[in-house]
Nanobody, 120 residues
Framework: QVQLVESGGGLVQAGGSLRLSCAASGDIFRINAMGWSRQAPGKQREVVATITRDGSTNYPDSVKGRFTISRHYARNTVFLQMNSLKPEDTAVYYC??????????????WGQGTQVTVSS
């Protein structure tokens, strides 16, 4: 089993910044891709950033140039730096991680979510 612990959410004014962290622990042989998604009330979950094992990143247009995803390989941690935040970025943010366990099975895990609220 793998556990993901998120941190870094909170309340910030428009134009401000926040940095989210998500640390994975447990039965991990190797971590594959990592990512962040968000879900606002009444809306579908939206992927906002992904990073592959080789470090390639991808963002939707809604956050491109404002959000940056990165990872610390040794600490099995993924980060999301969010700058120039807008009220429409308000949502619960979830990390996701693809994990090869010690039985060489690839499974996906989700964090518990962290609230980000941007005031206007």
């Amino acid at each position: 089993q793998v556990q993901l612990v998120e941190s870094g959410g909170g309340l910030v004014q428009a134009g401000g910044s926040l940095r989210l962290s998500c640390a994975a622990s447990g039965d991990i042989f190797r971590i594959n891709a990592m990512g962040w998604s968000r879900q606002a009330p009444g809306k579908q979950r939206e992927v906002v950033a992904t990073i592959t094992r080789d470090g390639s990143t991808n963002y939707p247009d809604s956050v491109k140039g404002r959000f940056t995803i990165s990872r610390h390989y040794a600490r099995n941690t993924v980060f999301l730096q969010m700058n120039s935040l807008k009220p429409e970025d308000t949502a619960v943010y979830y990390c996701s991680v693809g994990v090869w366990n010690t039985d060489y099975d690839l499974k996906s895990y989700w964090g518990q979510g962290t609230q980000v609220t941007v005031s206007s």
